[in-house]
């Protein structure tokens, strides 16, 4: 199965009834499937809309109605998607978008893949916020983390991005498909609660538009009625650190990883396709004394896994970027950080990965 097409099988499984998008390379295949399986599925909805723009605001909209939804993009549309990505963090929705980065900026290498996206989806709209991002790295992760994302979208009442790039997304593998995936609703609210009462955890119930409850849903800073109280400074300051609060505090229960060779004195931490060459050059041990550290939730970054390595004297990040994330890493810890940013659309070699253990332990 290609990637893209695990994304809609996954989004699907995880009990998908909207989607909402407009083609655009290289993430056009997730909206194709999922415009020939959804007529065919009781109670489900597909709609092309006329842009990017509108179609977040589609499924922000569907969102509300009680409906798991969800987009795909890449590149420019995402860009255009900014705006109303920061109404639903303001607004507490809980949907998926998909992201199939390709080469920018502007729209620099349509076919291309690229991982130019990842602070974008941590800092893109105004404001101070906190986003999930799930990064896949084989097409098997691309089913298993799009089901995942809706999830935690329901958990913690946000927009959930699935940050894959052109590599996986049009890669072919053999997956399984489990015969049901695990479906987390969000909790309810309360009989007697306000709209955006926090729970003990930060997070206010869910009552979808329909259901008898009584909810105002603005983008302005707004009090637990939900009614806008835009120059309360301390309403503000409140409502604002609780959208944060609730998913950094929560980060290392967020948290998906993989390490391998953990006493090793060389860590590459890696994402998304350049995965593929580390595990090649560590699991087939090509060059000595090096290890990984995978993450597939790149945010919230869970910056104690840093800390697992008590050998490590440099990390290594091969990036298809000038070094994004690796920047990231630099400020939790106290060795090397070597970034190993590549653009332009190809991977990175095995070879290119070994010369910079060497180089690194030259240094060290």
Not at 344 to 359: F, M, N, S
Request: proline fraction near 7%.
């Amino acid at each position: 199965m290609q990637g893209n097409i695990a994304c809609a099988e996954g989004a699907l499984a995880a009990g998908c009834n909207f989607f909402a998008g407009y083609p655009i390379t290289p993430s056009t295949e997730v909206a194709e499937h999922m415009a020939s399986r959804m007529p065919k599925m009781k109670g489900s909805c597909y709609i092309q809309m006329e842009d990017e723009i509108a179609s977040m605001a589609a499924i922000i909209g569907a969102a509300w109605t009680g409906a798991r939804s969800m987009t795909a993009t890449s590149g420019p549309g995402f860009s255009l998607m900014m705006e109303n990505i920061g109404y639903a963090v303001m607004t507490e929705t809980p949907c998926v978008l998909v992201n199939i980065q390709r080469g920018g900026p502007s729209t620099g290498q349509p076919t291309m893949g690229a991982q130019g996206d990842m602070m974008q989806v941590r800092f893109g709209s105004h404001g101070d916020y906190s986003t999930i991002a799930l990064c896949p790295s084989c097409v098997q992760e691309c089913f298993d983390l799009t089901a995942k994302a809706f999830n935690l979208a329901d958990r913690f009442r946000t927009p959930v991005f699935l940050m894959g790039d052109e590599v996986i997304g049009h890669m072919r593998e053999k997956i399984e498909i489990p015969d049901s995936v695990e479906i987390i609703r969000p909790k309810p609210m309360p009989e007697n609660s306000l709209p955006f009462t926090p729970g003990t955890d930060g997070i206010p119930g869910f009552a979808a538009f329909g259901t008898g409850r009584h909810i105002p849903v603005t983008g302005l800073t707004h009090d637990e009625r939900g009614y806008p109280d835009t120059t309360n400074s301390v309403r503000h300051d409140s409502l604002v650190r609780r959208l944060v609060s609730k998913i950094e505090d929560a980060r290392h229960k967020i948290a998906d990883y993989t390490i391998v060779n953990e006493d090793a004195e060389y860590i590459f931490v890696c994402y998304g396709a350049p995965v593929r060459t580390v595990r090649e050059v560590v699991e087939r041990k090509k060059v000595p004394n090096t290890g990984y550290l995978q993450l597939r939730i790149v945010w919230p970054f869970p910056e104690d896994l840093l800390s697992r390595f008590p050998h490590v004297k440099a990390f290594i990040v091969p990036e298809m970027n000038l070094g994004m994330i690796s920047r990231e890493i630099g400020r939790h810890v106290h060795v090397p950080v070597i970034p190993l940013g590549k653009i332009g659309g190809e991977l990175h070699t095995p070879e290119e990965l070994i010369d910079a253990v060497r180089i690194a332990g030259g240094s060290s």
